[in-house]
C-alpha cells in the first residue's frame, strides 16, 4: 500500500525524496514482487517472473549476487510451499500441480520443477557474472551463493539437487581456502 500510495502522489514528493531514488525503488522491486504475486496466488505469473532470466539479471544487478540468491531461493521455496498448500499437495511431494485442481484458466505447474529450474537459472547468472568478473572475492561470493541454492533446495524437499549443489559448494571452498581449512 505504501509503495502504491507513494507511486500515485510523486509529483508531491521532493526531488531529494529518497524513496523515489530510482535505486530504490528497483531494489523494491527484485526483491518483494514475486513474493507479492505468490501471495496473491497468481501461481503462473509469479513461476514465470521467477524464472525469467531478465528478472534474475534484474535482480543481481540491483541487490548483488548474495541478496539475489538469496530473494531468488526464498522465493522459490515460498513459492512450492504456498502452491502446494493450496492446491493440497503434501508437503513432502517433490512434485506439484495436478490438472483436475487447477481452474480451467490457470494451467497445472509443477512447483518442483519451478524450484529446480530456478536454482539452475540463478547459479548460471552467477557463474557467467564470475567468468566476466573472475577475482578472488567473486569466487568466494559465487562459492556462498551455491551454498545458499543448496540450503534452500533441501528446504524446498529437493534433495538430490541440494546435495549436488552443497558438494559444489564445498568443492569451491576447497580450492579457495585448501584442504587445510576443513
Known sequence: ELLCHALLNEEKESEDSPFFDGDNVEKYIVAHLSNH???ART??????MILD?????RRIKALGTLEATHHQMSDLVEFRKEYNRVHGKSENSANAGDASE???KQKSL???????EGSRRIVTAIRAIESKDSDAGGSVDVAVCIATVGDHLLKARQTKESISRLEEATVLFRDIFGSYNE
Not at 501461481?43 to 514465470?48: C, F, L, R
Not at 509443477?110 to 529446480?116: E, I, N, P, S
Request: glycine share 4%; charged share 35%; proline share 4%.
Open 110 to 116: 509443477d512447483a518442483g520443477k519451478v524450484v529446480r
Open 102 to 104: 487447477a481452474t480451467p
Open 37 to 39: 504475486l505468490i501471495r
Open 53 to 57: 532470466k531478465k528478472f534474475i539479471q
Open 43 to 48: 501461481y503462473q505469473k509469479a513461476s514465470d
